[in-house]
């Protein structure tokens, strides 16, 4: 790549960034507050009591107004709950809170500093669908992950005025991307312990990553046998998980010094797991506590149920797939069809990817033949895995837990470029026919 392209790249990336800042900044309000809404409330009382000096403690250590949260008007009884509810928790993966103690730690408790960085962190990460688009495909990969960054930050791109955890984990995923890529040209070991570390980064941010370690591996088993022995191949993974689990070492060993118990990243997975996986998830296939909160005797729900309830959550899981064996594949159908289908923008997003991809295979199927009268301007993609990784973990972790709207809204970010680049290549690939004629395409010459 000459640097007049590289040139146009820069400009193209500063663009998109520059316009997706000001769409943000424009858009949303960067207010000093916090709502109590959901789980807000737990991200904003961690980080406030890390930058006091608590600890990762939940409730009020500090006064109340210290917090700066709102609406507790609204939920008659959670302000009580919140003074009252102290000590050490950990119920939240700690990337996302002790991030933001960082934040407080130099500038106050003052959420106006957060919302403000995740602008800047949710503009970066549209503006790095350029280099990435780069990556995949070239010099015109880079126009089209510009125009998907744009698509990004107008559509679908979850809102960073609100204390989510989205734009730093989106941003981790991003940088675990450009890790990938850094492995696959080296091959070294050295970078395949970074990408341990960067997909560790990942897991204590937010576990929706949790099966991307198991993808990667399989992939790398299956599909890169060109990578030495048998000898060669264990010590890569090995090196792999070594980084993984290092650098999440820390803080399990930290978690255990407070809770006397074996936490990983978080003590989060037993509620996902069955709270996605009881008798009322079978109509939506979403979250569903119902079971341990508001009917917690009701033994017509299995994890209630005397022999059952007081089970390690795993062989409860396992006690109601094997109960509802015959209705399962239904779940998981169901799981998967409200995933993708919360709005017409994911469903376009993932027709478009896969025709990408469709189209993909065809180019390779008929490569030095006619087709290339088509598509001989486009390079042959590089890297293009990487989405269909995230994509087999949307799948996998909607399965597994529940269909879930912030799950699918993260992983759109890696779908779009290859869903805008199907459509010009699907474009492309029509307007070469009319062009060229039928004679042309399908007949050597």
Same mark, same amino acid.
């Given at each position: 790549?000459?640097?007049?392209?590289?040139?146009?790249?820069?400009?193209?990336?500063?663009?998109?960034?520059?316009?997706?800042?000001?769409?943000?900044?424009?858009?949303?309000?960067?207010?000093?507050?916090?709502?109590?809404?959901?789980?807000?409330?737990?991200?904003?009382?961690?980080?406030?009591?890390?930058?006091?000096?608590?600890?990762?403690?939940?409730?009020?250590?500090?006064?109340?107004?210290?917090?700066?949260?709102?609406?507790?008007?609204?939920?008659?009884?959670?302000?009580?709950?919140?003074?009252?509810?102290?000590?050490?928790?950990?119920?939240?993966?700690?990337?996302?809170?002790?991030?933001?103690?960082?934040?407080?730690?130099?500038?106050?408790?003052?959420?106006?500093?957060?919302?403000?960085?995740?602008?800047?962190?949710?503009?970066?990460?549209?503006?790095?669908?350029?280099?990435?688009?780069?990556?995949?495909?070239?010099?015109?990969?880079?126009?089209?992950?510009?125009?998907?960054?744009?698509?990004?930050?107008?559509?679908?791109?979850?809102?960073?005025?609100?204390?989510?955890?989205?734009?730093?984990?989106?941003?981790?995923?991003?940088?675990?991307?450009?890790?990938?890529?850094?492995?696959? #040209? =080296?091959?070294?070991? /050295? +970078? &395949? @312990?970074?990408? $341990?570390?960067?997909?560790?980064?990942?897991?204590?941010?937010?576990?929706?990553?949790?099966?991307?370690?198991?993808?990667?591996?399989?992939?790398?088993?299956?599909?890169?046998?060109?990578?030495?022995?048998?000898? #060669? =191949?264990?010590?890569? /993974? +090995? &090196? @792999?998980?070594? $980084?993984?689990?290092?650098?999440?070492?820390?803080?399990?060993?930290?978690?255990?010094?407070?809770?006397?118990?074996?936490?990983?990243?978080?003590?989060?997975?037993?509620?996902?797991?069955?709270?996605?996986?009881?008798?009322?998830?079978?109509?939506?296939?979403?979250?569903?506590?119902?079971?341990?909160?508001?009917?917690?005797?009701?033994?017509?729900?299995?994890?209630?149920?005397?022999?059952?309830?007081?089970?390690?959550?795993?062989?409860?899981?396992?006690?109601?797939?094997?109960?509802?064996?015959?209705?399962?594949?239904?779940?998981?159908?169901?799981?998967?069809?409200?995933?993708?289908?919360?709005?017409?923008?994911?469903?376009?997003?993932?027709?478009?990817?896969?025709?990408?991809?469709?189209?993909?295979?065809?180019?390779?199927?008929?490569?030095?033949?006619?087709?290339?009268?088509?598509?001989?301007?486009?390079?042959?993609?590089?890297?293009?895995?990487?989405?269909?990784?995230?994509?087999?973990?949307?799948?996998?972790?909607?399965?597994?837990?529940?269909?879930?709207?912030?799950?699918?809204?993260?992983?759109?970010?890696?779908?779009?470029?290859?869903?805008?680049?199907?459509?010009?290549?699907?474009?492309?690939?029509?307007?070469?026919?009319?062009?060229?004629?039928?004679?042309?395409?399908?007949?050597?010459n």
């Open positions: 790549m000459s640097m007049g392209r590289k040139g146009i790249l820069g400009v193209l990336f500063f663009m998109v960034f520059g316009v997706s800042l000001l769409f943000y900044t424009l858009t949303y309000p960067l207010n000093d507050e916090v709502s109590c809404k959901g789980d807000s409330l737990d991200y904003q009382s961690l980080a406030v009591n890390v930058a006091q000096g608590h600890g990762y403690q939940l409730g009020a250590l500090e006064g109340v107004d210290v917090y700066r949260m709102t609406g507790f008007e609204e939920f008659p009884g959670l302000r009580e709950n919140f003074e009252s509810r102290r000590g050490y928790d950990f119920y939240r993966a700690p990337g996302y809170p002790l991030f933001m103690s960082i934040i407080y730690s130099f500038g106050g408790v003052h959420p106006k500093y957060i919302k403000g960085v995740q602008m800047i962190l949710s503009a970066f990460s549209a503006a790095l669908l350029v280099l990435l688009g780069a990556l995949f495909w070239g010099d015109r990969g880079g126009l089209t992950g510009g125009l998907a960054g744009l698509i990004y930050t107008f559509f679908y791109a979850p809102a960073p005025d609100i204390i989510m955890t989205e734009s730093l984990l989106i941003v981790s995923m991003l940088v675990w991307v450009l890790g990938y890529i850094f492995w696959k #040209r =080296r091959r070294s070991m /050295l +970078s &395949v @312990f970074v990408l $341990g570390v960067l997909t560790a980064s990942m897991f204590l941010i937010k576990e929706i990553c949790f099966f991307i370690p198991m993808i990667w591996s399989a992939y790398y088993i299956l599909f890169l046998k060109e990578d030495g022995g048998r000898m #060669r =191949r264990v010590g890569v /993974l +090995s &090196v @792999f998980f070594c $980084g993984l689990f290092l650098t999440m070492l820390p803080w399990s060993l930290y978690a255990r010094s407070k809770t006397g118990d074996v936490v990983i990243t978080t003590t989060h997975a037993k509620h996902a797991l069955l709270d996605g996986n009881n008798e009322d998830s079978f109509a939506k296939g979403n979250w569903r506590a119902d079971w341990r909160k508001e009917r917690a005797h009701d033994i017509r729900y299995l994890y209630n149920r005397p022999g059952i309830k007081d089970k390690p959550y795993i062989e409860q899981y396992a006690g109601f797939l094997w109960e509802y064996r015959r209705d399962i594949p239904k779940l998981f159908i169901t799981k998967i069809k409200r995933a993708f289908t919360y709005n017409k923008l994911y469903f376009w997003c993932l027709f478009f990817m896969a025709g990408y991809y469709a189209l993909q295979w065809l180019i390779y199927l008929l490569k030095g033949g006619p087709l290339e009268q088509v598509f001989g301007g486009y390079k042959e993609a590089r890297f293009i895995e990487v989405p269909v990784f995230f994509f087999l973990d949307l799948v996998l972790i909607t399965v597994v837990l529940f269909a879930y709207e912030r799950f699918t809204s993260v992983f759109m970010i890696f779908f779009l470029p290859c869903a805008v680049h199907g459509l010009v290549l699907i474009g492309h690939f029509l307007f070469g026919i009319i062009l060229n004629g039928e004679k042309s395409l399908f007949k050597r």
